[in-house]
Structure formats: C-alpha cells, structure tokens
C-alpha cells in the first residue's frame, strides 16, 4: 500500500510483515499531518515541557491509527506514542533547550504503517505558544517547528543548506544560554507573519535572501571556527571595507 499526498510530498510504502492481506490495488494512505502545535512549559526543578499535537484525519478509510516519533537527532527517533485512531497526542516530558525532530506514521487495521512524514523540528525554549502550519518543517507552509521562518521562506525549502545553517547556529550557540532562548522566543512569535508575506512576493524573497547571505556567512564561520575567532575576522572584513569604501570615496572626491 503506498502513502502518497501527505502535506508534505512524501512518497514510502507501507511497512510489510511476513503474511500479506490484501484488499485490492494499492491505495493511497493519506496521511494528513497538519499540525497545530502548543507548547505547555511546566517549571519545575526538572525544567519539563509537553508538547501537544493535533492533526486532521485522514481521508482514507483505511487508516486505523497513527503514530509520533521523536528523538533529539534527526532521522533518529528514540521514543515512539502510538495514538490510535485519535488525532491529538501530548509529549511529555522534554527539556527545555533541546531540539526534538518529530514525524508521525499512519497504520492500517493489519498494522502495515506507512514511511515516516518530512520531519518537524521544535526546540523547547520557554513560554511560547507555536502554530505548525501545514509541511512547515519542510519548508511547504508557514512558520513551523523548524524555527528559521523567514530563511525558510526566503530560500523555499526548510532542507535549503542556507537555512540548516542558520539552524545548526541556533542550536549551537543561541540555545545554549538565556539571552539566546529568550531572543529565539521572541523570534518565534513574531516572525511568522512576515515569512508568509515573504514567502507569497518572488521580488521580496529575492531580496531577504541577498539580506541573509551575510548572516549565514557569519553563522558558518562561528560553526567553522568558534564565536570568537569569526567575531574577529568579521570586524576585520568590516575594517578592510570601511577603509577601501572611504579611500573610493576621496578619489572620487579629489577627482572632482
């Protein structure tokens, strides 16, 4: 039985066993992950969060159940929660300032589970209250698990090497202190209105990403080298330029 149509243009078979049941040609298992995602963030001296999931049912009568996968590395997933043939599911549990990548399944009443969907990822920063469009992660919809919005919109895909950069920085450096989770707190609940505007103007997105190229630059480097030693070679860059835009400017002055 093949899964096709899902949110997020994944194609994967259905998981066989050893005895095959079959009810007549293939056919398609729509998984419908549309996610509205809402973060629960209990204080305490575990410092816990629970994720709460819920998705439409899918249009196929085949479908029995569903099941999430999670797992803090992507493509990795450690934990599975079998739903049944419920369209909401709650996380438990997950630390503030990790990353958890997410996909979900769905199963027929033989237990053949489709492929996994294009994974979602959502970092657990604090208080906030996030909208997972549809296919967001995947760069297909609004502003999602993934985080990086705008660079999502700007470049198209959430799997765009530009934006896994912009990603493994905000994993590496921004989660890894309080400024930093504030700073991506306040990112996620303001910038997904400005990625849909992006994301609906070729000019503009054209635009925002000649804007991000320099942030991404910066963001290789810190990733390449270390914080510090890319803070230092930008302020050079920066330096070099000044000095040869002005040494520009005064000739072209003098030449007057």
């Known amino acids: 039985m093949s899964v096709t149509g899902t949110p997020f243009g994944l194609e994967t078979r259905m998981r066989k066993g050893p005895t095959v049941h079959s009810k007549g040609p293939n056919r398609a298992l729509l998984l419908c992950f549309v996610v509205v995602a809402s973060v629960l963030l209990v204080h305490g001296p575990a410092r816990a969060a629970q994720l709460s999931l819920t998705w439409d049912p899918s249009g196929d009568s085949d479908v029995a159940g569903y099941k999430v996968y999670y797992g803090t590395q992507s493509g990795t997933y450690t934990e599975v929660i079998d739903a049944g043939n419920s369209t909401t ?21 033989y237990g053949y589970e489709s492929g996994y969907s294009n994974e979602l990822d959502y970092a657990v920063t604090g208080d906030a209250a996030v909208s997972l469009a549809s296919g967001s992660a995947s760069g297909g919809g609004g502003g999602g698990g993934s985080g990086c919005f705008i660079a ?34 306040w990112y996620y ?21 000649i804007a991000l190229f320099p942030l ?32 520009l400017w005064v000739q072209y002055c003098t030449a007057d």
């Open 89 to 109: 599911c709650t996380i438990p549990d997950l630390a503030v300032g990790t990353t958890y990548y997410i996909a979900a399944t769905a199963y027929d009443s």
């Open 152 to 185: 999502t919109a700007a470049f198209g895909s959430y799997l765009d090497p530009h934006v896994a950069v912009l990603r493994s920085f905000r994993d590496s450096f921004l989660l890894t202190n309080r400024l930093g989770k504030a700073f991506v707190s």
């Open 189 to 209: 609940a303001t910038s997904p209105p400005y990625a849909d505007a992006i994301r609906q103007n070729g000019p503009v997105k054209t635009v925002v990403r």
């Open 216 to 247: 991404i630059g910066f963001a290789y480097l810190c990733l390449a080298t270390g914080i510090v030693p890319a803070l230092v070679i930008t302020i050079a860059l920066l330096a070099t330029l000044a000095c040869g835009a002005r040494q």
